[in-house]
């Protein structure tokens, strides 16, 4: 079955429990693509100490799914997730993850990039943060390192460009980026891909300061 999106996803755009529009788009794609099942990495207190992410309304909403966080707060599992452990925490949570899961969530402020890549689930729904101050043609992310942590200045995560070549190899359309998160849709299910241009999906984001460390980074093809 494949599944008719509108390219003109802005518009749908919306903030209830999420950082940004996120709520919005997720809530009209998965009015088009069906799902009720996520998995959901970086999440944490919000405004108010509400529990903030991508996923959260959903799960409101009757979805089903686990939230990953390096603190334990509500019912978010405590985990520090890496490229080895990611899929074993999946697998962990039994149940119909071990079989798959329609959307997944990363955002972690540096290593997301390594841990999309490393996942082996072939969700309908990408969502994943990028850095949109590397600029829309560079193709780099920050090298692996299991033990990251975010500073505060420009030197984090992956470009836009970087996450669109994952996407590609993994065999998903990048049909969506806000200036913070991108949403990529399993290619077999879309059947519009060619609406989808990246071009014209490039948004930028939050400024941060310049590292004044000489911190490399790494190509990505």
Avoid at 66 to 78: E, G
Avoid at 162 to 171: D, H, Q, S, T
């Amino acid at each position: 079955m494949q599944y008719h999106i509108d390219p003109d996803l802005e518009k749908y755009g919306a903030r209830v429990r999420s950082q940004n529009d996120e709520d919005g788009i997720l809530t009209y794609l998965f009015s088009v693509i069906p799902g009720n099942v996520f998995v959901e990495i970086g999440v944490g207190p919000g405004e108010g100490g509400l529990l903030e992410g991508n996923c959260v309304r959903l799960r409101e909403q009757g979805w089903v799914g686990a939230m990953f966080d390096l603190r334990a707060h509500c019912d978010v599992v405590a985990a520090h997730v890496t490229p080895d452990n990611v899929n074993a925490l999946i697998m962990g949570c039994g149940g119909e993850y071990t079989f798959g899961f329609d959307l997944l969530s990363i955002d972690i402020d540096g290593q997301d990039l390594w841990i999309w890549e490393a996942v082996l689930f072939r969700p309908f729904v990408v969502v994943i943060e990028y850095n949109a101050g590397l600029g829309g043609q560079v193709s780099v992310s920050v090298p692996r390192n299991d033990v990251f942590r975010w500073d505060g200045t420009r030197h984090f995560g992956a470009s836009l460009r970087a996450l669109e070549a994952i996407g590609v190899r993994k065999g998903y359309v990048l049909v969506y980026a806000n200036g913070v998160n991108a949403f990529f849709v399993w290619k077999d299910i879309l059947a519009n891909p060619e609406d989808f241009q990246y071009r014209e999906l490039y948004r930028r984001g939050p400024e941060y300061p310049e590292c004044q460390l000489e911190r490399p980074w790494v190509q990505i093809q």
